[in-house]
């Protein structure tokens, strides 16, 4: 059974930086479909940042703010926030094993079949 941790959540003021991990077990992240999701309460989960094939994906609520990267040694992903902002107060969540895995599907988190526990990320204005 695939076994995914999310590491390094917390509490930050706007305009700082966290940085979150996922490291996977009886998986090995290579070029299919990978990403990270977040739900703030009474919102739907939401695509943030994905990768495919060696490119990168992300909303555009995050572009330019967010980072993902592979470190492949470490079997880990991580996404790099900065500029953070109160809206982006979430539990974020990384998922992997899309059923459907594309372009254009890479952030719908109807088609990942594994989750991690999520971390929360809290930004105070």
């Known amino acids: 059974q695939v076994q995914l941790v999310e590491s390094g959540g917390g509490a930050v003021q706007a305009g700082g930086s966290l940085k979150v991990s996922c490291t996977a077990s009886?998986?090995?992240?290579?070029?299919?479909?990978m990403a990270w999701f977040r739900q703030a309460p009474g919102k739907e989960r939401e695509g943030v940042a994905g990768?495919?094939?060696?490119?990168?994906y992300y909303a555009d609520s995050v572009k330019g703010r967010f980072t993902i990267s592979q470190d492949n040694a470490k079997n880990t992903v991580h996404l790099q926030m900065d500029s953070l902002i109160p809206e982006d107060t979430a539990v974020y969540y990384c998922?992997?094993?899309?059923?459907?895995?594309?372009?254009?599907?890479?952030?719908?988190?109807?088609?990942?079949?594994?989750w991690g526990q999520g971390t929360q990320v809290t930004v105070s204005a």
């Open positions: 998922a992997v094993v899309s059923t459907n895995c594309g372009t254009s599907t890479v952030l719908l988190a109807e088609y990942y079949t594994y």
């Open positions: 009886r998986y090995t992240f290579r070029r299919g479909c």
């Open positions: 990768t495919l094939a060696g490119r990168t």
